[in-house]
C-alpha cells in the first residue's frame, strides 16, 4: 500500500516463503521457543505497526483512494 505498486509486497513474500522453505524439514508447525528466529518473526508485525504511523499511513491512505478510484 505504500509504494502504490504489487512488486515490492510479492517480492518480500518470495523472500519470506524461501526463507521458511529453506529451512532444514521445511516449513513445521510455529511453536515458541523463545530462540532468536522467534524474535526474528516479530519483525514484520513490528515493521507493520510502524509502518500504519505518522506520514506513512497518510501515504498509503492516498494510494489506497488512487487505486480504488480506477
Given amino acids: 500500500m505504500y509504494t ?3 512488486r515490492v509486497p510479492m517480492l518480500f513474500h518470495l523472500a519470506n516463503d524461501f526463507l521458511n522453505y529453506a529451512q532444514v524439514g521445511g ?3 510455529q511453536t515458541w521457543r523463545g530462540d532468536a528466529n522467534d524474535w526474528l518473526n516479530l519483525v514484520p508485525i513490528a515493521i ?3 509502518m500504519l504511523t505518522g506520514q506513512r499511513r497518510l501515504v498509503m491512505e492516498q494510494n489506497i483512494m488512487r487505486l480504488l478510484e480506477k
Fill in 4 to 6: 502504490g505498486k504489487i
Fill in 27 to 29: 516449513m513445521t508447525a
Fill in 48 to 50: 507493520t505497526i510502524w
